[in-house]
């Protein structure tokens, strides 16, 4: 079956773009996690919805960051006036519902280049 | 704050041999621990998990070790295939949290 995608898989910005990042989550999964790898690093956590409700948005490193999931469904992460620092592969992942044990599928990532 | 680690950044060995990866966490509120697997260019993959009330769980080749007491965390492959090569991550879920949180990965490489 269909896992988890994301698009686009390559993204290069010019200092001070904004970029959105989308990621479609596996069908029927209700939780959704948003994370930041930078390179050589593992993930780090960003932000996490329930359906549409963002829970915790607690890793976002800045104002600058936003992310949302309007109908429960898609995901899209935005960054604003971006800089060099944000440079990281973003992954998403998703599971089937909001218990602790459930596991959380990956997806492949985007890769934001800024420049 | 929390962090999860790992021992050593690299680790070479010869197909057919055996492998273990470590991992030390220091959040002893943490419940559930997980190994993912990554290859270039794709997500985490999941291999193996097991929860706090446990200290051994085993897969299809693969064995995850937990020792509460050192805080210690283990990844064992047995008779490692070229496929196994790939970047390996622990990760810890708080009681009750959701997110996940990483060690920095253990690059691991078979030579055939």
């Known amino acids: 079956g269909a896992g988890v995608s994301q698009s686009p898989r390559y993204k290069v910005a010019k200092r001070g773009q904004d970029v959105a990042l989308r990621c479609d989550p596996i069908?029927?999964?209700?939780?959704l996690f948003w994370y930041q790898q930078a390179l050589g690093q593992g993930p780090e956590f960003l932000t996490y919805?329930?359906?549409?409700?963002?829970?915790?948005k607690s890793g976002l490193p800045s104002d600058r960051f936003f992310a949302e999931r309007p109908e429960g469904s898609v995901s899209t992460l935005k960054i604003q006036r971006t800089q060099q620092e944000d440079s990281a592969v973003y992954l998403c992942?998703?599971?089937?519902?909001?218990?602790?044990?459930?596991?959380?599928?990956f997806g492949p990532g985007t890769r934001l280049t800024v420049l | 704050g929390e962090s999860v680690g790992l021992h050593l950044p690299t680790l070479s060995v010869q197909e057919g041999d055996n492998s273990i990866i470590n991992c030390a966490y220091s959040?002893?509120?943490?419940?559930?621990f997980i190994w993912y697997k990554q290859e270039s260019g794709k997500g985490p993959q999941f291999i193996i998990d097991?929860?706090?009330?446990?200290d051994k769980r085993q897969g299809q080749r693969v064995t995850v070790l937990l020792n509460k007491t050192v805080k210690h965390l283990s990844l064992q492959i047995a008779a490692t295939q070229p496929g196994d090569s790939a970047v390996y991550f622990c990760?810890?879920?708080?009681?009750?949290?959701?997110?996940?949180?990483f060690g920095q990965g253990t690059r691991l490489t078979i030579n055939p």
């Open positions: 990760a810890e879920r708080g009681k009750g949290a959701q997110k996940l949180v």
């Open positions: 992942a998703s599971s089937e519902s909001g218990r602790s044990y459930n596991e959380q599928f």
């Open positions: 097991i929860r706090s009330n446990m």
């Open positions: 069908s029927g999964h209700v939780s």
């Open positions: 919805f329930q359906n549409e409700a963002q829970l915790d």
């Open positions: 959040n002893s509120a943490s419940d559930y």
